[in-house]
């Protein structure tokens, strides 16, 4: 191999090591907060109702502006957005860390998202256009959702040291030294690419539209816990978040320059991939959020040790991500997926019965996080390939953009759906069970049991998904061969 080939593999590699750097700080701070979120709420004076809101409006202005980051990368240039992403995001970390109210903090939360919006899609789009080959490309996407599965687990275990050590602040700080090298690494490494579309029009209407239908829907199923289902407000938020989305798929079938082309969905791997993306994201990370509350609400572990307890899990993704490598060329993307969506299951299910007194961290816990976590890191990898395979480089960031969002919007709604069925049946329970300490906590543990409940289904509904809609033809332009097999 001459040198100049030698510089361009390098090179090539080099730029799949940032990509997954600015990936792994997205992905992080979604779950980051998650064990400081006791601390926050002290800190900053959340009421309980709100606090939630510190993921939500991280995860939806994400999910919401994703489509638009996606073709933005393609016109704008994918670098060019990429490093504004990184930088708009180090920015609003360094604001949400110097937060003085709840306010402030959810509006930075906001403005984190919107910068994840714009690293996400343009980093996995670098990523597709950077490695034409089908060996390598599988190659690198597999390692991409690797990265990605394990930031969300270790954001847990990171947000539990930083926040008993130093402050929960340093969860927010973190992330700007961080960017700072990713900027300066992609104008050394990453060239500058786009699409050639024949336009150069954005459908900002359409994210408008679809963002502020999903805040809708989700703003209206947070407060039917305090204001009912049958009240005028809940069923306003409702029926207007539905009537946005339905507006803006009429937009988009009627657009000359669409945010989203609607005719990708025909690609039947795109369109299971995406559904059982927002499947999963919905379970996954409504399951991070209450088992953090629980290790530390009901277990009274400390925020260092509720993090070191949530370790096994990101060893587990780690784990199962290396093993669904060596189990795709045998036995392909779907059986891999479901297997993974079975096991997941199987750990949610686990965590239905913890205990209100006297919990015990390997019995009641560890036991269902350990297959929860190895299930999650099987169905990462080929749900990653399933979702970005199939389309031409210059869909490439509208392929990167919808995968992205189905994982944000999935974890904001999923959220808002289980903290709901959780502090309805809570409140439920307290209206009959009495005025005392015990009563009170075991009706919150009941509530946990049922949003566990619902996350399970959420993934065993994945799982009859893709084993309903896939079919071998569906997954064939898929190289899984590239994937390397234990010896």
Known sequence: MSVVAETAARNKWMILVIACMAQFMVILDNTIVNVALPSVQNGLHFTAANLQWVVNAYTLIFGGFLMLGGRAADLLGRRRLFVAGVALFSVASLLNGLAQDSTWLIVGRGLQGLGGAMVSPAALSIIMTTFQDNKERTQALGVWSAIAAGGAAFGLLLGGVLTDLVSWRWNFFVNVPVGLLTVLASYRFVPEST??????RFD????????????????GIVKSTSWGWGDPGTLAFLVGGALALAAFVLLESRSAAPLVKLSIFRIRSISASNVVMLLVASGMFGMFYFASLYVQEIMHYSPLRAGLAFLPVSLGIVVGAGISQGLLPRLGVRAVSIVGLALATAGLLWLTRVPTLHAHYVVDLLV??????IGMGLVFVPITLLGTSGVENDDAGLASGLFNSAQQVGGSLGLAILATLSADHTSGLLKTAGASPLAKVGAVVSGYHVAFLAAAIMLAAGAVLLALFLRARHVENIDVTAMPVPA
């Open 368 to 373: 269902g996080l350990v297959p929860l976590a």
């Open 195 to 200: 699409a050639d579309l024949g336009h150069r």
């Open 204 to 219: 900002l209407a359409g994210a408008v539209i679809v963002t502020g239908g999903l805040l809708a829907l989700v703003f």
